[in-house]
């Protein structure tokens, strides 16, 4: 997601601090690649509270295509997103560039109210957030990042890799399945260990129970580019990706998507109580 550049002092003192605190010599050794997965997670539960407070835009385009590549069916949704406790909640404008009626908007404000009151509750949404950290370890596990160099961007330590599959892990889920089949490149920020870029692509056909819980073919690609706000927020302003793929009924064969977020609005809501309060019955 990609959130205002708010021109302030205080943000850029901040922003200027974090920039001289990452700076790395070049030639120290580069951190364990599970130090830098924990890292992320820690920062991000560290932030949770102030990533609550980015509203953003998002844009979706999925492209249904033959095997040929003819566009058969194009669909577009324009949605708001927050973040209640770490968990992304999304709330549905348009679809296909037409606006809800006011009934679809009744059904999805109670759906995204539900989704809000449930991950209201911390330990609701801490057992969610330990779930999607679980996945991303297991992940990491059937990968390998080699030849990792360092780089000063912008003032920051940054980290560059190139994602192998792990040869001697053998997948035990889907999502690890995935992941042995997929090479590619992504540079991670130093301190926070956040991901800034990912670019990777299956390298061979995968089908998992005859192609009837997974189909993978060879060539799919993905890319998701995240970024740094000034206050520290780590905020993903796109996602993309394309190919034929299938796991269970969530994918139809041939597609491409791109997902682009942006136009965030930052909020900040102070309270403070003038003169006595007085009950109401």
């Known amino acids: 997601m990609k959130a205002p550049r708010k021109v302030c002092l205080c943000c850029l003192a901040l922003a200027l601090g974090c920039g001289a605190q990452t700076t790395t010599s070049q030639n120290a050794p580069l951190p364990n690649p599970g130090d830098l997965l924990q890292r992320a997670i820690a920062n991000e539960a560290k932030l949770a509270a102030e990533q609550e407070r980015y509203e953003c835009r998002v844009d979706d385009e999925t492209t249904?295509?033959?095997?040929?590549?003819?566009?058969?069916?194009?669909?577009?949704?324009?949605?708001?997103?927050?973040?209640?406790?770490?968990i992304e909640v999304d709330r549905t404008l348009a679809k296909n560039g037409k606006y809800l009626t006011p009934d679809e908007t009744k059904k999805e404000d109670n759906k995204v109210m539900k989704r809000t009151v449930k991950?209201?509750?911390?330990?609701?949404?801490?057992?969610?957030?330990?779930?999607?950290?679980?996945?991303?370890?297991?992940?990491?596990?059937?990968?390998q990042l080699e030849n990792g160099h360092r780089q000063s961007v912008n003032g920051r330590s940054v980290l560059f890799y190139d994602i192998v599959p792990n040869p001697k892990f053998k997948a035990r889920n889907l999502n690890q399945h995935f992941a042995q089949v997929m090479q590619g490149k992504i540079s991670l920020d130093e301190q926070t260990g956040e991901p800034i870029d990912i670019n990777i692509k299956s390298t061979q056909?995968?089908?998992?129970?005859?192609?009837?819980?997974?189909?993978?073919?060879?060539?799919?690609?993905?890319?998701?580019?995240?970024?740094?706000?000034?206050?520290?927020?780590?905020?993903?302003?796109?996602?993309?990706?394309?190919?034929?793929?299938?796991?269970?009924?969530?994918?139809?064969?041939?597609?491409?998507?791109?997902?682009?977020?942006?136009n965030c609005h930052l909020y900040n809501a102070t309270a403070q109580q003038i003169g006595q309060a007085t009950a109401v019955k």
């Open 64 to 86: 249904e295509l033959d095997s040929k590549g003819n566009v058969k069916k194009t669909e577009t949704e324009t949605k708001e997103e927050f973040y209640v406790n770490g």
């Open 119 to 143: 991950y209201n509750d911390t330990a609701t949404a801490k057992k969610e957030t330990d779930k999607q950290n679980k996945q991303l370890e297991e992940v990491m596990q059937a990968m």
């Open 205 to 262: 056909d995968l089908k998992i129970a005859g192609g009837m819980l997974a189909n993978l073919h060879k060539g799919f690609w993905v890319h998701v580019h995240d970024h740094a706000e000034p206050d520290g927020v780590w905020l993903t302003d796109l996602a993309e990706g394309s190919g034929d793929a299938r796991a269970a009924l969530f994918f139809h064969p041939y597609f491409r998507f791109k997902e682009t977020t942006g």
